[in-house]
């Protein structure tokens, strides 16, 4: 089927480590995007990609960084500068990037805590 | 900042009856989207209207729009136990040369059996 899938769902961070988490999609889509989630919150946009070999920074990007070496994986490092980490991840794709109305595709997200 | 603004946070209805939530926004859109996400989950595509729309419906959905109050309505006739998830707006307009979505804070509607 496809979709996107997020990998690992729960993860554990100890201070000062750098984690990964992982999103490959199967949808041919060639805009993908990384958002966080806080509780109780909306999602802001930390990281977003129009294409293989290029990215650019969202609205939160600091203490995050991400690569698109292939068209359908799109991972997302949470180094050890993100003070605040502890949030659920979701990772999302689109057709193209500059076409409004696009609709976005979203994983089933990961959680990552700070322990 | 965000853009959508949902209201209520938060909605609890019985099974049978119908459930609104509105969105707010501030600035010129393309189109708005609602979204659901149940607990824990991904968020899900329900359905878009654009600018130049003022009603849309899809199944028990109808999703209204006023831009010229900068707000949109989504309806769920008839709820289910099933309906219980977080519902968000997020709309969309060129800025620093890409389409943007903003996605709201949502509201957290439990329809009760």
């Known amino acids: 089927d496809g979709g996107i899938t997020q990998s690992p769902k729960y993860l554990f961070r100890k201070e000062g480590q750098n984690v990964t988490l992982s999103c490959e999609q199967n949808l041919n889509h060639d805009a993908m995007y990384w958002y966080r989630q806080d509780p109780g919150q909306g999602l802001r946009l930390i990281y977003y990609?129009?294409?293989?070999?290029?990215?650019q920074k969202g609205d939160i990007a600091e203490g995050y960084s991400v690569s698109r070496e292939k068209k359908e994986s799109f991972p997302l490092t949470v180094t050890s500068a993100q003070k605040n980490p502890t949030a659920f991840y979701l990772c999302?794709?689109?057709?193209?990037?500059?076409?409004?109305?696009?609709?976005?595709?979203f994983g089933e997200g990961s959680w990552l805590t700070v322990v | 900042s965000q853009q959508g603004e949902e209201d209520p946070q938060a909605l609890s209805i019985q099974e049978g009856e119908n459930a609104t939530m509105n969105c707010s926004y501030k600035t010129s859109i393309n189109n708005l989207q609602w979204y659901r996400q149940n607990s824990g989950r991904g968020l899900v595509h329900l359905i878009l209207i654009r600018s130049n729309e003022r009603e849309k419906h899809s199944g028990r959905l109808r999703v209204t729009l006023d831009t010229s109050k900068k707000s949109s309505s989504l309806l769920i006739t008839a709820s289910r136990a099933a309906d219980t998830a977080s519902y968000f707006c997020a709309t969309d307009g060129f800025s620093g040369g890409y389409n943007k979505l903003i996605f709201g804070a949502g509201t957290r509607l439990a329809v009760h059996p």
């Open positions: 999302a794709s689109s057709i193209e990037f500059r076409v409004p109305g696009n609709t976005i595709y």
């Open positions: 990609s129009q294409i293989v070999n290029d990215f």
